[in-house]
Each structure stands twice: as structure tokens, then as C-alpha cells.
């Protein structure tokens, strides 16, 4: 199979870039994979593994006639890779990002990039709570959806390039501007963490149900909320402070609606109650037949425990 | 193996009744086993399905001579076929349930007990999204907590035996008095439950961002919250009017803390976030320590998938 790119250079070797690494080896998709991380025990730690065919001391020689360059750090730190890379970047190479959020990434790298690079941001919808070069496996991708999110004046045949190596790599591909991509994330990914950080934090702050409590009884439903609450801090951190304005007018309207359930709540109205949770069960459906989560009972926990 | 009890009866046959009749066959634990349901669609359903060895068409007929009744219908019914069984219960009899709920279920049974027969509450944490007489499978129960409640007056004996047939079915067994159990609830499933529903209808209110959007990038996190707000309705109404108290304690502390990262965010304060983010994980780790959920990425969703 010919590459889709023959050098493609990953700076920040977390769960995303090394999770691309597998799926651009497994299907031969880059001629070489040059990778750059920013703590010298992730650059030890990729080497040993064989990540990738070289690991970089700088992101300045790991870009160096790469053909596409991916930038898989915190969002918060974009900015700042961007400006030491945009000197040093091969005329006609494709930069793209990996960030949760889009219109600050592209606020913070675009002045950076020189003309003649093509600046394509991207966002695959995938992880698990795990983070580091380890954390990586090459089906992340496959049957996920990643987001482009061309600039003004994106090359469309550079877009279809990285088009190709997202579909090579297993994954979904759609487009969206930078603003409804923020939106549409706060709601389906950046409040629903919040969210979930909030309440496995009321769980551990309780003084009347102890922790052991809250961990041997947690399949009741916590569990599921736990999952997401255990995602890497800093890349949080970042995605609340860089999406605030649309997670915080999330977050508006979640307070709202929980308010009148509470209300109902407290006033036994149970036909309310009912309705809710009545339209509610048309959503999961959709998302089992969109073919977005599997219907195996305990998602396939049980399978996961005996395997 | 010499069963446990000699006749079951199962009054509701949904979800956790019909994983029982499944679990008390594979060891062998029940002689016989009676099932009821007010639906007669359900009724029809699990005689089709062979699901117990008998179906009656009232209450009264499952329980008579049945040396375990369990009731598994919605809390807010629990009172309702209490009283219409009460009259016809054995002598010697365990009457036990499966509700969510226990300060509410042992108000709304106990005073329909008749003297000799012995009350014994009782809540298996474990479920599934899906309702329903074809819902329920044999292993629902293996490695999960079943936590037994028993009231002033029970006697050992017939505690020691409803332990072993939920021993017997797989599950780990604890104590609690009623009180602790509906704040344990609380916080790790009432709550959490009411948050996902309120995010889900949030998600499906939205104008500006569709159904179908949320439902393709639902895999961002969204997803987690999908199954348990696609519950049943009518026994999570039932659960929130009868641990009303409970659920809006610990409501309140959501919305306090919740406040709380709202401000860090609106002022921009990442040490913050970050902190509370950090603080979250452990928690995450002791579940996984604790055996009550897999590490596998994903949670062995892709597996699922394949098989």
C-alpha cells in the first residue's frame, strides 16, 4: 500500500498520537512516524516500546521535512508548539491538531503557520479514560467519527489527504465550522464530563457514605459516571477554559431543566417525572442504531470480565 | 443440589425477577418457581417463554403455599400487592423484594405482613437499561452487591436463608439498615440517574444542535449517560417519590459543587479545575480495584461489537 504521507511527525505522545501511531503501522498509511513529547519520561518510555520509527529530543526536529505534522498536546499548549514549529515547517506540509476544542486552537496556531503550509484542524471523538504513550491501541478510531474543520482558504486536496488517513485509520469523517463543533461538543462531551467530575466529587466529599461505600456500590449507576471522570486533568482543564463560552451556556440550560426536575421532585409530581424519562429512552435507541454503542448488556462488561 | 427454598414465588416479571428465575434454575436453587405479572401481555410473554414453571393469573394464586414471594414490581406498587397478598401467605413464609428504595417499601409492606410470616427487604445492585420479561439473563447478578435490609424483629434464620439464595445466584451479600441504604442509593445511583436524564433531555431540546448530531458524536462521553437515562420510567418515577428526602440532600450538594467549577471556569481559575480533576481519578482507580467494573479500553465495547 503507498502512504498517505511519508513522513508524518506526532508532537505529544498521549493516548491519541500513540493510538494513531498502531492504526498508521497496521495499515501502512505513513512511511515513517517521527514522535516528540515534551516529558523526557514519555520519550524514554516511547522508545523503549518502539512507537515510533524515531523519537525527537525538540518538536523542532521532529518536524523537519514531515509531510504532515500532528499536534496532539492539551489544547492550552497549542499555542505554544505552534510557535516554536511554524519557522522550521517543510513548504507544503499539512499541519493538523488533535484538541477538543476548535476555534481557540485555530486562534492560537493559525498566526504561526507560515504561508504555504496548509493549517487543517481535526477532532476525533474517541478515547477512554486512560492517558500516556502505553495508553494507545490501533481500533481506537475505527467506526468513530473525526471531525475537520477547515480554515478559510484549507487546500481542499490536502483536506481530502488527511481525509484519507482518518478514513485509513478506521474513523468516520465529517466537516463542521469552528463554532458549531464547539457547540455540538459542549453538549455531547465537554458538559457531560463536567457534569460527571462534579458528582464522583460529591460522592468523595460525603462524610456520611464512606469511599468503600461509594466503589462497592457503584454498578448501581455511578460506575458509568466514573469512566468519564477519570480522563486526563490537564487536557480538561484546558477544554473547560478554551470552550467557555459554549459550556458555559450548556451548563445554563442543564441547571434549568434539573431545577424543574427537582421541583417535580419535591412536589410528587410523578406524570412530569414520567414524561422526562419516558422521551429520554428514544435517544439511547438511536444511538444502538446508529451503531454508536453496543446493545450487549453491562456494555459488554461481562464478556470484558471473562475475556 | 437441594434447593434453597422449595417454591418461589415472583410477583413483576421484569428485568430483575425474570434474571432471577434464570439464576435460581442454572443452580438449582428453587424447587419451583411461580411468576405474576399485572400485564397480561407479560404474563403471555414468559408462558411463550417458559419462563417459570407456572404463571397464575393473580397475586394471591403465585404466593399460595410459596415458602419465598419476592415482590419485583415498581416501589410505588410494592403497598398495593402487599395488601392483596397478605391474607394468603404461608406460615412461615419470607416475603423480600427487590426495590431501590427500602424506608418507603418497609412503610408501605410491613403493616400487610401477617404475624409468622417473616419480612425480610432486600436490593440487588445491578441492572440494565432494558425492561422487560425477555430482558433478564442468568449471570445479572454474578459479582454484584445484593444488599439485605432487615427489620426489627427478623428472624436469623430466614436471613440466613434469603442470603444464600442470593449467594447462590452469584451475588456478594451485605447488611444495612434501612436509612443508610436510601443515602448510599443517593448518592451513587438516585442522583446520578436524575443527572443523566436532565442531560440527555437537555441534549434533546437543543435547537442548535440536532438529534442526530448528538446521536453520531455521542461516543464523546455523551454515550455514558445514555443507558442509564433510557431506564425504566415508571420504576424511576417510583424511585425518586419515595427516596424524595435522600435524593434532594444530595441534589443540593451536586448543584453547590457544581456551582462551584461553574465559577472556576467563568474566572478562569485552572488550578481549580485542575485539582478537583485530579482528586476525581482516584476514585475511578479504587472501582476498577474493587472488581465492579473492567479496565478494558472502552469498556470492552469494541469487543462487543466484534462478537
Not at 152 to 164: I, Q, W
Not at 216 to 238: L, Q
Not at 261 to 272: M, P, W, Y
Amino acid at each position: 500500500m503507498v502512504p498517505v504521507y511519508e513522513r508524518v511527525a506526532l508532537i505529544g505522545l498521549g493516548l491519541i498520537a500513540s493510538s494513531m501511531a498502531h492504526a498508521m503501522r497496521r495499515d501502512g498509511l505513513a512511511g515513517e512516524i517521527v514522535g516528540y513529547a515534551k516529558s523526557a519520561e514519555t520519550r524514554k518510555i516511547a522508545r523503549e516500546m518502539g512507537l515510533c520509527d524515531v523519537i525527537t529530543d525538540s518538536a523542532a526536529e521532529a518536524v523537519q521535512d514531515a509531510d504532515l505534522v500532528v499536534l496532539c498536546v492539551p489544547v492550552g499548549a497549542m499555542g505554544t508548539v505552534a510557535r516554536e514549529i511554524g519557522p522550521v515547517l517543510k513548504p507544503g506540509a499539512t499541519v493538523s491538531d488533535v484538541g477538543s476544542v476548535k476555534r481557540n486552537v485555530i486562534e492560537a496556531v493559525g498566526p504561526h503557520i507560515p504561508d504555504g503550509v496548509h493549517f487543517i484542524p481535526a477532532h476525533p471523538l474517541a478515547g477512554t479514560e486512560h492517558s500516556g504513550p502505553r495508553s494507545g491501541f490501533a481500533e481506537l478510531f475505527d467506526d468513530r467519527y473525526t471531525i475537520i474543520v477547515p480554515v478559510p482558504g484549507s487546500d481542499a486536496e490536502a483536506v481530502s489527504r488527511l481525509t484519507a488517513l482518518w478514513k485509513g485509520m478506521g474513523a468516520l469523517v465529517e466537516e463542521m465550522d469552528p463554532e458549531h463543533h464547539d457547540l455540538v461538543l459542549a453538549v455531547t462531551s465537554h458538559t457531560p464530563h463536567l457534569i460527571a467530575y462534579t458528582m464522583v466529587g460529591v460522592a468523595d466529599d460525603l462524610r456520611r457514605v464512606t469511599d468503600s461505600e461509594v466503589i462497592k456500590y457503584s454498578a448501581a449507576g455511578f460506575r458509568d459516571f466514573t469512566r468519564i471522570a477519570a480522563s486526563d486533568p490537564v487536557m480538561w482543564r484546558d477544554v473547560f477554559l478554551s470552550n467557555k463560552e459554549a459550556t458555559l451556556e450548556i451548563l445554563g440550560r442543564f441547571t434549568e431543566e434539573l431545577f424543574a426536575l427537582q421541583r417535580a421532585i419535591r412536589q410528587e409530581d410523578g406524570d412530569h417525572l414520567h414524561d422526562y424519562f419516558t422521551r429520554t429512552r428514544a435517544i439511547r435507541r438511536g444511538i444502538i442504531e446508529a451503531g454508536q454503542d453496543t446493545d450487549a448488556p453491562d456494555f459488554g462488561r461481562v464478556k470484558a470480565r471473562q475475556g
